[in-house]
């Protein structure tokens, strides 16, 4: 007789977040999804700050107590959060913590994710009730992403955890509490819809598919609904998001469990009533302050103006703008020459005249900051740098038209003003795998939507297809498709891309577009670049692999602690000194 599938939760509610206003609510939200959870059978942990500060490591104890409580696999995890967060770049979700600005760290959600495949976690879902945007006069860019959890005590598995995602609200957006008679009744107005549907307490939270069951799906699809008109009857805006890879039919989160009987739901205040309780008014949250309109509209003035070579005769090489290159350093066997134009580099193998592989390039910029980039074969690259660092990078194919880039511009454009974000549909995501040979950033954007909704399988078709359009795997799609690399006497990274069955499209745009849910058969070829090529992605960096097979070659991890803000891959000197070392890179020409 087969043993029960193990089924986990952890509840986490954090009111005080200092400087950030106090919310009541999130306690009781946490409280409330605690106490449902073990009704329906779940191992529940709670973790709030009513006694004591909630840290790093008060989650992380709690956390993998519950992952090792025994010695098998926990088949679903269920990770509830309500407090203060933020998203930042591609959908990098942070929640903030009650040390969060002493400490400069913050919970990251998708590292998080990675993390739990190393303790044999086969589905897990997230439920965040938390803001996604912050006050104008606080600073996020020098926050730490923190994945909690080391790196655990099993191989990653060639299968990916499945991912539910239910998140409270947009990006630009606030989520919000209604206030009770008394601080005990306070509900964030996203969790109190939500545990409505988890109990089975509304009918219309169930699967039109599975009668008397609330899915993945129709949970979705009733939070997001639900949750708009109540709002809409307090005069607020609230639109929660959600996405889903649990398998049909394993995708049950009420109605094939234990028999419940659902805590009394009160109807939801009036308006009218919330006025004069304490000064308190549904949103006494800080609303949203968009960031200062001329970040974006100066950096797409800067890609739409800037001079850029149509062809360099070594097949590769970079045109920068907004600050000076001083030194390009790079591999032994490569070569960096100076255009004779300010800022245009051609990068060249050095025993030939043309660049014939993937090759690792830091630019020594005039502000002491080193852009870490990657030059690739027949491609020029663009970038726009700034005090910061790299704040745009575009490749562009040797001899193709400049309107070629146009696309990925928006799409940077957009990541600056805070707009790209994915949904639970993924044409977003479909929309920039168009053309993504012709800029393999393209791809890499996509690649991070896909992994935000756990699609790890998408991001392994973009891989094989680099590989059969005979181009290298951009380093941040072989490292979000989970890959296994090696370093091989060529000097080059490989990796090996597993076959992929074929899956169901998921949405209109998808059924006419087979490249989207197609099989694609294992496949091994070259990565591009030795680290990735947005900041972002390093965060998701695990520790190099005792065998060397592994993506994350030695002395990686350790530069990270000298990345600047910028979007793209840059670092102080220090971090510059540690790459250079760990891949024998030197000054090309003139570097200091």
């Known amino acids: 007789m087969s043993s029960p599938r193990r089924m986990a939760a952890l509840a986490i509610g954090v009111s005080d977040a200092p400087p950030l206003p106090f919310l009541s609510g999130a306690v009781n939200g946490a409280r409330a999804f605690h106490e449902w959870a073990q009704a329906l059978g779940y191992e529940s942990r709670l973790v709030t700050d009513e006694d004591e500060p909630v840290t790093a490591e008060r989650v992380r104890s709690e956390l993998e107590a519950l992952l090792l409580a025994d010695e098998s696999e926990i088949y679903r995890l269920l990770i509830y959060f309500a407090g203060h967060g933020v998203i930042r770049e591609l959908e990098q979700g942070l929640w903030l913590l009650s040390d969060w600005n002493e400490e400069l760290r913050a919970v990251a959600v998708d590292p998080l994710k990675r993390r739990l495949d190393r303790y044999r976690v086969n589905q897990v879902a997230f439920f965040a009730d938390a803001c996604r945007s912050l006050p104008a006069d606080v600073d996020t860019a020098d926050l730490t992403p923190d994945a909690l959890l080391g790196k655990g005590p099993a191989p990653r598995s060639p299968t990916p955890p499945a991912v539910d995602k239910f998140i409270a609200a947009q990006e630009g957006t606030t989520t919000f509490m209604i206030p009770g008679a008394d601080p005990g009744e306070d509900r964030c107005l996203f969790s109190g819809v939500l545990l409505e549907a988890l109990w089975g307490a509304n009918q219309s939270a169930f699967s039109p598919l599975l009668p008397g069951k609330v899915t993945s799906q129709s949970l979705g699809a009733f939070v997001q609904a639900e949750v708009r008109k109540v709002a809409e009857s307090y005069s607020l805006t609230l639109v ?55 970040a974006d509209s100066k950096l797409e003035e800067q890609l739409r103006d800037q001079e ?26 490569v070569v960096a020459e100076s255009h004779g134009r300010p800022n245009w580099w051609r990068i060249r193998q050095a025993d030939s005249g043309a660049l014939e592989r993937p090759a690792p390039v830091l630019m020594e910029l005039a502000t002491g900051l080193f852009a870490a980039t990657t030059a690739l074969p027949d491609f020029i690259a663009s970038v726009v740098a700034t005090d910061r660092g790299v704040a745009a990078l575009v490749y562009r194919e040797i001899y193709a038209q400049p309107t070629v880039a146009a696309a990925t511009e928006a799409a940077i454009v957009q990541l600056e003003r805070g707009g790209l974000r994915a949904d639970d549909a993924t044409d977003l995501a479909v929309d920039l795998r168009h053309d993504k040979h012709a800029d393999p950033v393209r791809g890499v954007i996509s690649a991070y939507l896909y992994d935000s909704i756990g699609d790890v399988e998408s991001v392994r078709r973009m891989a094989f297809f680099y590989l059969q359009h005979d181009q290298p ?89 000298d990345l600047t803000p910028a979007r793209f891959t840059t670092f102080h000197h220090a971090g510059a000194r540690r790459l250079a070392d760990a891949f024998g890179l030197s000054d090309s020409e003139g570097g200091h």
Do not use: C, M
Not at 257 to 263: H, K, S
Not at 311 to 318: H, I, L, P, V
């Open 473 to 561: 795997i951009p380093y941040d799609i072989a490292l979000l498709a989970q890959l296994e690399g090696e370093k091989r006497d060529d000097g080059l990274l490989w990796a090996t891309v597993p076959a992929v069955p074929a899956r169901e499209p998921r949405t209109e745009k998808e059924s006419g577009l087979g490249w989207t849910h197609l099989a694609t058969e294992e496949r091994a070829g070259v990565v591009g670049g030795f680290w990735p090529w947005l900041r972002q992605g390093w965060s998701l960096l695990d520790d190099p692999a005792d065998d060397g097979s592994t993506l994350v070659l030695p002395g990686l991890s350790e530069a990270a602690g």
């Open 240 to 294: 929660p998001s959600w996405s889903s890879t649990f398998p049909a039919g394993d995708d049950i989160y009420f109605g094939n469990g234990p028999q419940v009987t659902p805590p009394d739901f009160p109807p939801w205040p009036p308006a009218d009533q919330l006025i004069g309780l304490d000064g308190a008014v549904a949103g006494a949250e800080f609303r949203a302050v968009p960031a200062p309109p001329s």
């Open 308 to 333: 850029r070579p149509d062809a360099f005769e070594t097949r590769s090489g970079f045109a920068v703008d907004g600050e000076a290159v001083v030194g390009i350093w790079t591999a032994p066997d």
